[in-house]
């Protein structure tokens, strides 16, 4: 994880934003270790992601789905990310699954997809 400051924040339109949030949750690995933590999302969190959502095209929507292929080394969430994004896709993720969530989100940033079409928070 190159930026801790990505643990507190969501992916929303196209950026790392700030919830509106504060309530906090650990991130553990599967020893039960503490990780960290992230911001869990309210209903405005959850509002604000979905009228940030655009659909993609299909190029894109192929090339989103390459990127989650390649996270076959990231460990796997126990709950699973949107398998496309042709209709824009917000991503709920678990707390525990910050280091997938997050490494997913900034891959999806590198990668230059459109601003609304993938958008991450994390849940209880």
Do not use: K
């Not at 990780?35 to 659909?55: K, W």
């Not at 398998?83 to 917000?90: F, S």
């Not at 891959?107 to 849940?123: C, E, K, M, S, Y």
Request: hydrophobic share 45%; with cysteine; proline share 7%.
């Amino acid at each position: 994880m190159d930026d801790p400051e990505r643990w507190l924040c969501h992916y929303v339109g196209g950026a790392w934003r700030v919830p509106f949030s504060t309530r906090m949750a650990a991130v553990r690995d599967d020893r039960g270790a503490i990780l960290g933590q992230v911001v869990l999302a309210t209903a405005e969190d959850v509002a604000r992601s979905e009228r940030y959502l655009r659909p993609a095209s299909a190029q894109d929507d192929r090339l989103y789905q390459g990127l989650l292929f390649q996270m076959s080394g990231v460990p796997v969430p126990r709950r699973a990310p949107p398998n496309g994004i042709l209709h824009g896709a917000v991503y709920l993720a678990l707390s525990n699954d910050a280091v997938f969530a997050i490494e997913l989100a900034n891959r999806v940033a590198r990668a230059g997809l459109p601003p609304g079409a993938f958008a991450l928070l994390f849940q209880a």
